[in-house]
């Protein structure tokens, strides 16, 4: 039967190494606008069937949180079943109009991944993913009769919209970085986006005294033989319930993640591989060329950051899309005006300026097509701040002031409005 390990959280010396340069760590993808703020905490999802509970040796939680970091995985591939409940509705259709100007192209390319990826919010999804080091990623959403894939090859990433026959194509930076040595550091973040492995990475950053951290038993996943490792939040502030993480034993990969909500029901995130190859790729796998008559859309010159912003990386402190976005948009907004954190723990409140009169006025092009999505779904709400406007999904909440501040944190709404009273 499988062990199970004490809650290693209680020893103070492990937990002093396991927050070690995570405690000023971001504990969530700071979103740009309210689209952003659902697409930005979807990690993927469906819970897979477990096939048995192999048996394995007993490790504690602090030697798998070691195995994960010390995993050395770089060829890979497989398929990724996806489920995003969020408690959202269907925002396909908006994503165009409100991601255009936050992605410079501001032509609204069925290609672009900022705007193709976030449809990833909401519902069922099956990915195929595939890596071979840091510079050769790729990742397919397969539809009823398309397919949309996101590659990166070296300094190009493409993406392209079969249903469409649209493409977008954008350069990377790595250039500059050709001669240094690769880090491992580097090679994890070029992790394929919608993994296991890339939510739990972001989600042990914010492992500290404020979380419970234990070994609950084993799993098979993709006929992989697993141990499961529980993530629990202490502050009784946050939403999120816990999270439960399929590490494969040999590895040290995480080949399943699932969080749930504290107010409980289904999983909020929740993805898992239904199958994992770790055989080297072939080289024909990261290929592409437009087919022809594909419209192909170029990335603006001055946009940088593609892997931050393009490809859907995580957005911290400040960096990537969050500080280019005003730029190529209309109106005041120049990017975000300093990213400030509230608090710490699972419970901490991420608080920035957007530069402008307030994403809820009418007053311009953009701030009114979102205003009105935030009075569809979002509560009006009032305090020593102004108003405002809270939007909220099963697991993220919002504030946004009309004075465009935004407070935002896997917390109540009630603990927004006290953050925005605190800072007026």
């Known amino acids: 039967m499988a062990p199970h390990a004490s809650d290693d959280s209680t020893t103070a010396q492990e937990r ?121 990623q790729k990742l397919s959403i397969l539809e009823n009769a398309s397919e949309y894939s996101l590659v990166h090859n070296g300094d190009d990433v493409w993406g392209y919209d079969s249903k469409s026959n649209s493409a977008y194509h ?32 972001e989600a042990l950053k914010a492992v500290d005294k404020t979380t419970s951290v234990t070994v609950d038993g084993t799993a098979q996943v993709a006929g992989r033989d697993a141990y499961r490792l529980v993530i ?9 319930g816990e999270i ?65 912003d393009k490809a859907g990386h995580s957005l911290k402190d400040g960096k990537g899309s969050g500080s280019q976005a005003g730029k190529g948009t209309a109106g005041d907004h120049q990017g975000l005006d300093g990213l400030n954190v509230i608090g710490d723990g699972w419970d901490s409140i991420a608080s920035f300026d957007t530069g402008g009169q307030g994403m809820t006025s009418g007053s311009k092009a953009e701030g009114g097509q979102i205003g009105g999505f935030l009075d569809s779904l979002g509560d009006k709400v009032k305090g020593k701040f102004g108003s405002g406007t809270v939007f909220s999904t099963r697991l993220v909440n919002a504030l946004i002031t009309d004075d465009g501040k935004v407070y935002v944190g896997a917390v109540t709404k009630d603990a927004l409005v006290k953050a925005a009273d605190a800072a007026k």
């Open 232 to 240: 629990k939040p202490k502050d009784a502030g946050t939403t999120v």
């Open 244 to 308: 439960t993480v399929a590490v494969d034993a040999k590895t040290g990969l995480p080949l399943k993640f699932t969080l749930t909500p504290k107010s409980g029901g289904a999983a909020v995130i929740d993805a898992g591989f239904t199958q994992v190859s770790f055989a080297k790729p072939a080289a024909s796998t990261f290929a592409f060329t437009p087919p022809k008559g594909a419209k192909v859309t170029e990335a603006d010159k001055g946009a940088k950051g593609v892997k931050g």
């Open 170 to 201: 954008a350069t990377t930076d790595h250039a500059t970085d050709k001669g240094k040595d690769s880090s491992r550091a580097r090679e994890r973040e070029q992790a394929p986006q919608g993994t296991p492995e890339q939510l739990t990475k």
């Open 16 to 136: 002093d190494e396991l927050r070690t340069g995570r405690r000023r760590a971001a504990r969530y993808v700071v979103p740009v606008t309210v689209v952003g703020v659902a697409a930005a905490t979807i990690g993927l999802v469906p819970a897979l069937a477990d096939s048995g509970d192999p048996d394995l040796p007993q490790v504690s939680a602090q030697q798998l949180i070691e195995k994960i970091a010390k995993s050395d995985v770089q060829q890979l591939s497989g398929t990724v079943k996806v489920t995003t409940d969020l408690g959202l509705p269907d925002v396909s259709g908006l994503t165009g109009g409100l991601t255009s100007g936050a992605t410079g192209s501001g032509d609204g390319s069925a290609a672009d991944p900022s705007a193709k990826l976030t449809e990833l919010a909401t519902g069922t999804h099956t990915l195929r993913v595939a890596a071979d080091g840091a510079d050769r």
